[in-house]
């Protein structure tokens, strides 16, 4: 499966949901990961939305980048049209549905279903919002 990325202050930052990051997702929003995953339409709140990306972007690789400078790019990128909320949100639900944590609990045609879209959304490679997606204006070179 392709590393899940999220394009974030014009960089693409992977993304990972270990053990230890479920861990920290629960402490910060004192419910459990299944509690967050049964809510309908995922409605975590803004402040735990940014929360669970500042996570999952820190075990991605980037551990010394600060919750406040995600909240920020989060905003930046929000009023510059090139992020939107839903793609925020779909990211944390595709990095905690493919984490470690929970691959071997969702049934592997539910994987291979994921992995499926994800390869068509973006031809085989990383998983992040397209310019289409994103609201970008896109040109043909």
Known sequence: ???????????????????AAIEEIEGATGRTIFQLLAVPNFDVGLAGLVTMLHIGIKHGGEANLARERVRTMIERDFEAGTLQIQDVIGIVQRGL?????????VAPEVLAEIE???????????????????????SNP
């Open 1 to 19: 499966m392709s590393p899940l990325c999220i394009t974030l202050g014009r960089k693409d930052r992977p993304i990972a949901y270990p053990v």
């Open 97 to 105: 549905v493919r984490s470690s944590t929970f691959r071997s609990q």
């Open 116 to 138: 499926e879209q994800e390869q068509q959304k973006d031809g085989g490679g990383s998983v992040r919002p397209t310019p289409s997606e994103t609201g970008e204006p896109t």
